[in-house]
């Protein structure tokens, strides 16, 4: 029996196309740091679905997911959501790390050193 599909749905192929046109300036700041393997030889999606949820980043090797969180994260209604999204992603045997969006214009070196903290295996 085959496993089942949970990364890159073909129903949220649309949805994905259209977050990756429309970077907020964060995602787009820290993209700027993560693609082409630049973040110690790490492989980063940007905007990658898992089941039903579209990931800020997703760094395959490491099943590490990185969100980025705005304005519209801070209330009770959407903290109700990402955690509840957090403990199925982490059911699913991914590790998932959030940062403030601030954080990445104040302080990308802390950023990128907590990302890395992460690694498993040093490249």
Same mark, same amino acid.
């Given at each position: 029996?085959?496993p089942?599909?949970?990364h890159?749905?073909? @129903? ?6 259209t977050l990756? *046109?429309t970077?907020?300036p964060a995602e787009?700041?820290?993209?700027s740091? =993560? *693609? +082409?393997?630049?973040h110690?030889?790490?492989? !980063?999606?940007r905007?990658?679905s898992?089941?039903? /949820?579209?990931?800020? #980043? /997703?760094?395959p090797g490491e *099943?590490?997911?990185?969100e980025?969180?705005g304005?519209v994260?801070f209330?009770d209604?959407? !903290?109700e /959501?990402?955690?509840?999204? @957090?403990?199925?992603?982490?059911e699913?045997? #991914? *590790?998932?790390i959030r !940062?403030e +969006?601030k954080f990445v !214009?104040?302080q =990308?070196e802390?950023v990128?050193?907590e990302i890395?903290?992460h690694?498993k295996n040093?490249?």
């Open positions: 029996m085959e089942k599909k949970i890159s749905l073909p @129903t949220l192929k649309e949805k994905r196309t990756r *046109k970077l907020t787009a700041r820290l993209w740091e =993560l *693609k +082409n393997s630049q110690q030889n790490r492989k !980063f999606i905007q990658h898992i089941e039903k /949820y579209i990931v800020d #980043f /997703y760094c *099943k590490l997911i990185v980025l969180d304005q994260h209330n209604e959407a !903290f /959501y990402d955690t509840r999204r @957090t403990k199925r992603l982490n699913l045997g #991914f *590790k998932v !940062f +969006n !214009f104040q =990308l802390w990128l050193s890395a903290s690694f040093e490249t």
